[in-house]
């Protein structure tokens, strides 16, 4: 078992190594460059797009749910444990210079995601249910240049997305809120994993709807209450800002520098920084991934490229929002590189950011972690049952399978809320990284079409602003 796991382990390494890295990045950069850097030209325009109602409403276009219900099935998926566990981890194994790095990866994401979710609306279609199947899958299926290769990376991307379901979207997200409430409120684990599973049972009935009418109320409610606490925590802490963001600075661009508090340090060079920063960024965004694009695709809009620019917004609040303000409160409550005393271990992942907020709030702070990981790691729960059952439509070309996939995808959460993941956890990000690379080769293939998408509706943006 040992050494199963270590290859696991090793795979996982490989996967999300530095190859893989790059070409996430740059496929990023290319596409900012290709399409004149209109996704950063235009964020202003697709943030009032969010807040905004389409004239005479959305009902009139196809689709099955609303454009916000759609971004934030997105952001259900994305604003998780890697907000919370994930910052923390890159702070500690980059240093917080991994900060800057997962800033700057996901301003290049903007782009990806644009491009992605464009792509998906455009080649969506109407499965025997009536409902739109959408994602990177059909576009592969049905624009890539060679079609034979297309349906190859077709099927690949859906059977690593199903597998991927499993794994990162729901025994993990169940095994982080077990093990949050049990150490915060000592709640057993099994009795969590029974009321998880009733609740996402219940929700999923209804289908992708459902799925949207819930996620509409919860992502925003916990994003805000996230947000707000973390800026309380950065203001109580405000003396030590300056010395933090300065840190973060630092170490993004030195060859070798060590920060942290007094009880320990942290010590980490440019190359370390780049690589957690990008890694645990895109773990968080998922921007190339090819996730979020299947939500996209069941919205009702009347452009693909409008509903582009909506989930692009995506990367922005999940990583340029939320995710700083976790990097900035562990960066201000001089927590970073402290030993917990009962281990003489260095703090990690949830410890420090919950030591973090401790820091400032008392033991109210591990409350609001416990819970803040409680709803982000229900709600990717949701997220991710839609893409993997969507997926599994695709490859067994029926929805007759939908009905048994939610019901298994339920159940398994029990064992995700009672068991050690440590294989799976490497398992699934696997799955997860594989994902990307199928979608990456489309989204390059297919560039020409997203620039000439990109620049006619640019007219449609250019109209609806100075009009």
Known sequence: MKQFEEIIHAINNFVWGPYMLALLVGTGVFLTIRLKFLPWRNLGYALKSVFSRPEGGSHQHEGDITPFQSLMTALAATIGTGNIVGVATAMVSGGPGALVWMWLSALFGLSTKYAESLLSVKYRETNEDGEMAGGPMYVMKNAFPIPAVGKVLAVAFSLFAVLASFGIGNMTQANSIATGLYTTFGIPTWITGVVITVLVLVVLVGGIQSIGKVCEKVVPFMAVLYFLSGVLVIL?????????????????????????????????????????????????????????????????????????????????????????????????????????????????????????????????????????????????????????????EFLARSTRMNKIYRLVFSLIICIGATQTLTVVWDFSDTMNGLMAIPNLICLLALSGTVARECFEFQDIIDKETYE
């Not at 060590?258 to 890694?279: F, H």
């Not at 702070?365 to 599994?392: C, D, N, R, V």
Request: charged content about 10%; overall charge neutral; some cysteine.
């Open 236 to 392: 109580i802490n405000f003396r030590n800002l300056p010395s933090g963001i300065g840190e973060i600075v630092t170490m993004a661009f030195s060859v070798k520098a060590v920060a942290g508090g007094v009880s320990g340090s942290i010590v980490a060079s440019m190359l370390s920084a780049l690589r957690w920063g990008v890694a645990r960024g895109v773990f968080s965004n998922e921007a190339g991934l090819g996730s979020a694009p299947i939500a996209a695709a069941a919205a009702r809009t009347d452009h693909p490229s409008r509903q582009g620019y909506i989930n692009m917004t995506g990367t922005f609040f999940d990583t340029l929002v939320v995710c700083s303000v976790t990097g900035l409160v562990i960066a201000s409550s001089g927590q970073l590189g402290a030993v917990d005393p009962a281990t003489g271990e260095m703090l990690i992942g949830a410890n420090l950011t919950i030591a973090a907020f401790r820091s400032a709030l008392g033991p109210f702070g591990s409350w609001l972690i416990a819970i803040g990981i409680s709803l982000f790691a229900f709600s990717t729960i949701l997220g991710w049952e839609y893409y993997g059952e969507k997926s599994l």
